[in-house]
């Protein structure tokens, strides 16, 4: 089982490109997250998705959009990348929202700088 | 509003015990985690707690009183791979995670 992934590792994009980040889990899990750390503050939850075909906004969408076609498929677009959202993203996922197994896998990170 | 209240960091040394505290102050809670998190690397799961009282998972405890607002991981025979950064996380009412800056620590020899 490779778990969560996460492509691409590192990202330079100039202000006004659009990318998209490509997040894969294998666990058959059917919450998935985005998340973005910045040094100094917590994890905060850009979108999330309780199952296949859904989407929901968590504390910071804006400038954000995602979509879940497949199950294990969550993608995270930035339709004109802005220097506020050089960062570094997770993804993760859960079998379920709550209780201990509400525990949440991440991949490895996109660190995206945006010049 | 809602927060979680951490160290940003703390030092010690290999083979003794630490604590690492978390308050909070949240709409609604479903459940308490800590996270380790090495530099460069993803979060990984420790510890749970909904009711209050101790958890022990081996090496590391994690302590919850709801009363209180209050949390800690407590690590003992502390190895130099436990220089990492540890993370609190709450589920709030909305089974969203809220997480704390998280506490750098540091193990000396």
């Known amino acids: 089982n490779a778990g969560v992934t996460q492509t691409p590792k590192f990202r330079v994009l100039k202000t006004g490109q659009s990318m998209t980040l490509l997040c894969a889990q294998d666990?058959?899990?059917?919450?998935m997250y985005w998340y973005r750390q910045d040094p100094g503050m917590g994890l905060r939850l850009i979108h999330y998705?309780?199952?296949?075909?859904?989407?929901a906004k968590g504390e910071v969408p804006d400038g954000y959009n995602v979509s879940r076609l497949k199950k294990q498929n969550f993608l995270l677009g930035l339709e004109s990348a802005a220097p506020s959202q050089t960062s570094v993203y997770f993804c993760?996922?859960?079998?379920?929202?709550?209780?201990?197994?509400?525990?949440?896998?991440f991949g490895p990170g996109t660190r995206l700088t945006v010049t | 509003g809602q927060n979680i209240d951490q160290p940003t960091e703390m030092t010690a040394t290999e083979g003794a015990i630490v604590q690492i505290n978390c308050t909070y102050q949240?709409?609604?809670?479903?459940?308490l985690f800590w996270y380790q998190q090495h530099a460069g690397e993803a979060p990984t799961f420790l510890s749970y707690?909904?009711l209050d009282g101790l958890e022990e998972k081996g090496r590391f405890s994690s302590f919850l009183s709801r009363s209180k607002g209050y949390s800690y991981l407590l690590l003992k025979e502390l190895q130099m791979k436990d220089s990492a950064s540890y993370l609190c996380?709450?589920?709030?009412?909305?089974?969203?995670?809220?997480w704390g800056a998280g506490t750098k620590l540091i193990i000396k020899p």
């Open positions: 993760a996922s859960s079998f379920v929202g709550e209780g201990p197994v509400g525990e949440q896998y």
């Open positions: 666990m058959n899990h059917e919450y």
């Open positions: 996380a709450v589920q709030d009412s909305n089974y969203q995670l809220i």
């Open positions: 707690n909904v």
């Open positions: 949240t709409s609604g809670f479903n459940g």
């Open positions: 998705s309780v199952g296949e075909g859904t989407t």
